[in-house]
Each structure stands twice: as C-alpha cells, then as structure tokens.
Nanobody, 123 residues
Framework: QVPLVESGGGSVQAGGSLRLSCKASGVPGTPYCMAWFRQTPGKEREGVAM????????RYADSVKGRFTISQDNSKTTSYLQMDSLKPEDTAMYYC????????????????WGQGTQVTVSS
C-alpha cells in the first residue's frame, strides 16, 4: 500500500473550485512537512504548496498564490489543498508528499508519495 492517499480530484470548468485531501496513513511518524506537487506528461514535477507541522507556516508557488490554500487537521496527518479560480493550466496530476524532517518545496527532498489524483480544468 502507498504511504499517502489523495482524493478530491475531478473535472471542473475554468473559474471553478476543487478541494484535494491527503491522508498520511503509511508513514513512520507524524510528518514534519506535507506538500502538494503537480505534473503533466513529459514535464518535470513542480511544487504547488506545503505546510509545516510545527507552526502551520505555509509556502506556495508564485503561480498559485492567492488562488490555492493548503491546510492541515489538528492531528497533522491530513492535508488539504483548496483550489479556487482554477485555470486550464492547472490541469495536471496532483501528488501529495510528506517527510519526517525539514524540507523545502522541492520534489527531490521527499521520500513519501501518494499515487496522485487527476485535476482537469476545461476552458
């Protein structure tokens, strides 16, 4: 089984909203940080947003600032990505990632991944 499980993807028209969820159920402890990345075929995986366990501080890619919001539950084992004002260029497979130590928004630093949830935004 995979260490993280994403849900909430789907198809939406431009300007619409989706909320993604990620449950960390197969990691060796409470994640220090949880993050969301996205990828389209033939392109490198890019960071979208992340949140730190200790204080809830967040970080976002410039392309989604003001539109996406990452949050976590009180147990720090579930993260959410609220996506508003979606654009066609947001179409991608969205992956949740987690680590037990400090990381930045770089996919190379994460060892625990979900299988992804597809987000498709039509014009």
């Amino acid at each position: 089984q995979v260490p993280l499980v994403e849900s909430g993807g789907g198809s939406v028209q431009a300007g619409g909203s989706l909320r993604l969820s990620c449950k960390a159920s197969g990691v060796p402890g409470t994640p220090y940080c949880m993050a969301w990345f996205r990828q389209t075929p033939g392109k490198e995986r890019e960071g979208v947003a992340m949140i730190y366990r200790s204080d809830g501080v967040t970080r976002y890619a410039d392309s989604v600032k003001g539109r996406f919001t990452i949050s976590q539950d009180n147990s720090k084992t579930t993260s959410y990505l609220q996506m508003d004002s979606l654009k066609p260029e947001d179409t991608a497979m969205y992956y949740c990632a987690a680590e037990m130590y400090w990381r930045d928004l770089d996919p190379a630093g994460y060892g625990y991944w979900g299988q992804g949830t597809q987000v498709t935004v039509s014009s």
